[in-house]
Structure formats: C-alpha cells, structure tokens
C-alpha cells in the first residue's frame, strides 16, 4: 500500500530511512480512514512521560559530572575516602561546607551532626575527624566562586532527584492503568 502510494507521488528510486518515514508520514495523513491510527491517550501520555524522565535523567548526569569535576578541584582526597561522592552524607556535607578549607574550619560538634544526620546515624564521630583531617591535608583550590558552584551544583542534583522520583511516580501510575505484560519480562521495570 506504501509502495504504490510512494509511486503516485514521486518517479525517483531514493530511498532512506528518513525519506521512508516522510513517505509513511505522507501516507497515514492522506488517508481518509485515519481514525483507526488514534493511540490510547494512556499510551501518548506514557511516551511524553518517559521522555521527560529520559530528559531530566540526562540533565542531572551532566549537573552529576560537573560535581565531580569541582570535587576534583576543590576536594580530590574526598573521592578517595568516600565509596561515592553521591551519597547523601557527601551532598550534605558540601553543602553545609563547599570546600576543603571550609570543613577543615567547621566545628567537629557541628560536622559530626551533618554527616551524621544525612547517612541516618551510619557515619559518626570517627568519620568526621578523617574527613576532617584529609581537609586540612587537601590540595584542592580554594575559591568562594567555586564554593557556590558547588552548591548550586548540589542543589541541581537535588532538584532532578525530586523530578525524577515524581515523574517515576507518575509513569509507575500510567503502567498499571493500561496493565501492560511487558514488565513482567525480568530485567524490564516501568521505566
């Protein structure tokens, strides 16, 4: 049907993916039975909403890199200690204090609570004086314009955790509306 339609309208033999999928497009608007290509709205609403996650996952890896970058600058001894620069308690502590010589400075009363309270009780006293003294040894730059970099940074990638998780939320709402199989295949989520 496709086939007879791109020769109504064109003599020449090209043929690519791009101007294939023009000629569908062509086609499927042409036709005067279009109704029967209608999707569910469930369905739209699903794919808009799965490119949005796909788009703010994309934003947050890049806020991601550029935090490590200024780690890298700022703080390279802390990548080291840490098993992930992304855990909360790191977020938590580069906010409070964005950079070596800032942490270095903090009261220990006062650095302990922040690790302390971001990992839920895991990280305590002990850590916070390592990390502590790995500041006063750091060789990271010290820069206030990096220190709100890194903040700011931080708080991007707190922000696209938030949108993320409510998106998920949304797109987990939309799966089990139109109960589909498909997550049922292991290793396949609703994402």
């Known amino acids: 049907m496709v086939k007879e339609f791109a020769k109504s309208i064109t003599l020449r033999k090209t043929k690519t993916d791009k101007k294939d999928a ?4 062509r086609k499927l608007m042409s036709d005067d039975h279009s109704e029967r290509f209608n999707a569910d709205k469930d369905i739209i609403d699903l794919k808009f909403m799965t490119r949005n996650r796909n788009r703010l996952g994309q934003y947050q890896s890049e806020s991601k890199i550029q935090y490590v ?3 890298d600058l700022m703080f390279p001894e802390l990548s080291i200690y ?3 620069v992304h855990h909360k ?5 580069l906010k409070r204090y964005p950079s ?3 942490i270095c400075n903090a009261h220990l009363t006062a650095l302990t609570s922040t690790l ?5 009780g895991k990280i305590g006293k002990k850590e916070a004086e390592e990390i502590r003294q790995l500041a006063k040894d750091s060789i990271g730059q010290v820069s206030k314009v990096l ?3 890194m903040t700011q940074t931080i708080e991007t990638i707190e922000f696209y955790i938030g949108k993320i998780k409510k998106v998920n939320r949304q797109i987990d709402e939309l799966m089990k509306s139109i109960s589909s199989p498909i997550t049922s295949i292991p290793g396949i989520s609703t994402v």
């Open 22 to 25: 023009k000629l569908i497009a």
């Open 69 to 71: 970058r200024l780690i």
């Open 82 to 84: 840490a098993t992930s």
């Open 89 to 93: 308690y790191v977020y938590a502590l």
């Open 100 to 102: 070596a010589k800032r």
């Open 116 to 120: 302390s309270t971001a990992s839920k």
């Open 147 to 149: 220190e709100l970099e």
